[in-house]
């Protein structure tokens, strides 16, 4: 069974930045690709970024410029940077294996305020 755990959240000013991480337990995933989507209080999830196993990263339209993502292994990073009170939601890993398996993890909360 693959798990995803996530760490890195928290409180931010505007402006400020985080890193959040994202482990997946388990072997050689094959073709994959891993990524953020978020969720803020009344809206729908809405996909944030991904990277896939060759490294090719693809990015909303909201964050490209601001948010990094990278990866090492089976672990993934998310640096965010200009963060905007907007950006406040909880962030979901995701890994989809093949095409055909998917999983997320617990959610980890982002607050950007003053």
């Known amino acids: 069974q693959v798990q995803l755990v996530e760490s890195g959240g928290g409180l931010v000013q505007p402006g400020g930045s985080l890193r959040l991480s994202c482990e997946a337990s388990?072997?050689?995933?094959?073709?994959?690709?891993m990524g953020w989507y978020r969720q803020a209080p009344g809206k729908q999830r809405e996909w944030v970024t991904t990277?896939?196993?060759?490294?090719n990263t693809n990015y909303a339209d909201s964050v490209k410029g601001r948010f990094t993502i990278s990866k090492d292994k089976n672990t993934n990073y998310l640096q965010m940077n200009s963060l905007k009170p907007e950006d406040t939601a909880v962030y979901f890993c995701?890994?989809?294996?093949?095409?055909?398996?998917?999983?997320w993890g617990q959610g980890t909360q982002v607050t950007v305020s003053s």
């Open positions: 388990g072997s050689d995933f094959g073709i994959y690709t």
């Open positions: 995701n890994l989809k294996v093949r095409g055909v398996y998917e999983y």
């Open positions: 990277i896939g196993s060759g490294g």
